[in-house]
T-cell receptor, first 115, second 113 residues
Framework: DAGVIQSPRHEVTEMGQEVTLRCKPI?????LFWYRQTMMRGLELLIY????????DSGMPEDRFSAKMPNASFSTLKIQPSEPRDSAVYFC?????????????FGPGTRLTVL | AQSVSQHNHHVILSEAASLELGCNYS??????LFWYVQYPGQHLQLLLK??????LVKGIKGFEAEFIKSKFSFNLRKPSVQWSDTAEYFC???????????FGRGTSLIVHP
């Protein structure tokens, strides 16, 4: 299994530009999480999908952030317009829900730098 | 709201020293507990987890953790660290019945050869 796949691995953009981060969860996993990691705030949950439906988006910082999961094998996190304070590493994680099968598997992350 | 506290933000040890990283949480009900490790430049990987049963959990690479319910703690231990254990360590707690874990701020461990 290839694990959770994220792209791009690195993104450098200018303030005001649109940024789209992509995630392919592990096949068969029905839950997907987007996290943001910064030195100041640590690891923060942004949004959680279950069976492609957003269940909890209370961690999404503001309207500039949006996430979609059009099917079980693909999710996007979009920032429009981007700001320097959005610079962080964004992780996607997937899991299967159920007793004993709830380990989250993290992707390699996308390091975003907004200039 | 549930919170997870990792009291040691930075730990520096020499090889062969013993390690104990603290993790405390605030939720009083049933919990699932996790320790993840993030090696430099890499993603988070599961070290060990506790759902039920024996409160002393053994994980990969010689790590273990003990769940002490009365103290709301899940401390991570290793009797003898190696240089390759240099990494960031995250404790995570999930309420029973919830699918969303809460992560601690992490502890940075540096092991000198």
């Amino acid at each position: 299994d290839a694990g959770v796949i994220q792209s791009p691995r690195h993104e450098v953009t200018e303030m005001g530009q649109e940024v789209t981060l992509r995630c392919k969860p592990i096949s068969g996993h029905n839950s997907l999480f987007w996290y943001r990691q910064t030195m100041m705030r640590g690891l923060e949950l942004l949004i959680y999908f279950n069976n492609n439906v957003p269940i909890d988006d209370s961690g999404m910082p503001e309207d500039r952030f949006s996430a979609k999961m059009p099917n079980a094998s693909f999710s996007t996190l979009k920032i429009q317009p981007s700001e320097p304070r959005d610079s962080a590493v964004y992780f996607c994680a997937s899991t299967t829900t159920g007793v004993g099968t709830d380990t989250q598997y993290f992707g390699p992350g996308t390091r975003l730098t907004v200039l | 709201a549930q919170s997870v506290s990792q009291h040691n933000h930075h730990v520096i040890l020499s090889e062969a020293a013993s390690l104990e990283l603290g993790c405390n949480y605030s939720y009083g009900g049933t919990v699932n507990l996790f320790w993840y490790v993030q090696y430099p430049g890499q993603h988070l990987q599961l070290l060990l987890k506790y759902f039920s049963g024996d409160p002393l959990v053994k994980g990969i690479k010689g790590f273990e953790a003990e769940f002490i319910k009365s103290k709301f703690s899940f401390n991570l231990r290793k009797p003898s660290v190696q240089w390759s254990d240099t990494a960031e360590y995250f404790c995570a707690v999930r309420r029973g019945g919830s699918y969303i874990p809460t992560f601690g701020r992490g502890t940075s461990l540096i092991v000198h050869p």
